[in-house]
C-alpha cells in the first residue's frame, strides 16, 4: 500500500527525532522506519501526511550514506507533512 502525494519533487526527507531529554537524530533522511499497532511502515520522500502512534520498535533513520541511526523506543509518535518527520518518542 502506498502512501505517496501525486506530485513530488523532493528527494529527502527533513527529520528530528527527538525524547525528552535527547536528540537522536536531526537532519537529512532517505527513509524513517518504525512500526505502529498494524505493523511496521516506512517514510519515504513523497508520503502523504501522516500521524501515528508508536509501539516498543527499533527505529531506523536511513540516511542514504554512511551507517544508518537506529535505536530502541518504548512508545512515542510521528508526524509527517511535507517531508518533513519529527519522531517524539520514550516519553
Partial sequence: MAFLKPSTTSTS????????????????????????????FDVLPGHADFFSVLVPCEVIIDKGSGEPVKFDIHNGIIAVRDDQVMLFVNM
Fill in 13 to 40: 526527507l527533513q527529520v528530528i527525532a527527538r525524547e525528552p531529554f535527547h536528540i537522536h537524530y536531526e537532519g537529512l533522511a532517505q527513509v524513517v522506519s518504525a512500526s505502529n499497532e498494524v505493523g511496521p
